[in-house]
């Protein structure tokens, strides 16, 4: 009966090859939080970025809304939203670029005020 020989060099050359391609997966995130102190509810958030958009129908005063989202491509961030008995809003925010990574902060505010504080990298 013959047996096959795996020397060690091949075994070694496979695994190092494998250990590069799952190195090499990377997939970059951004985390963003939507904070509404606006001093009251709002509807129809939609916050728009590079090939996409998230939002929610309704957001409570002092509600949070939390969304994980890859950028695909460069391009702004718009954030609408309709205050109570008021007309929509419409806010450009930062640039955003393709394998950007970090978090997000979107904060209403009242008057129609929007604070963007982004922690990026990389940044641009």
Excluded: W
Aim: aromatic letters at 6%; charged letters at 15%.
């Amino acid at each position: 009966m013959k047996r096959l020989a795996c020397p060690t060099s091949v075994v070694a050359v496979v695994l190092l090859a494998l250990v590069v391609v799952i190195a090499g997966c990377r997939s970059y995130h951004i985390e963003a939080t939507v904070v509404n102190h606006s001093g009251g509810a709002v509807t129809l958030v939609e916050v728009d970025y590079p090939s996409a958009s998230f939002g929610a129908n309704n957001l409570a005063a002092d509600a949070v809304l939390h969304y994980r989202f890859q950028t695909r491509g460069d391009g702004p961030l718009t954030v609408q939203y309709t205050p109570s008995g008021r007309p929509q809003v419409q806010v450009s925010g930062p640039t955003l670029y393709e394998r950007q990574e970090g978090k997000l902060e979107i904060v209403l505010l009242p008057a129609g005020k929007v604070e963007f504080h982004p922690a990026l990298a990389p940044q641009h």
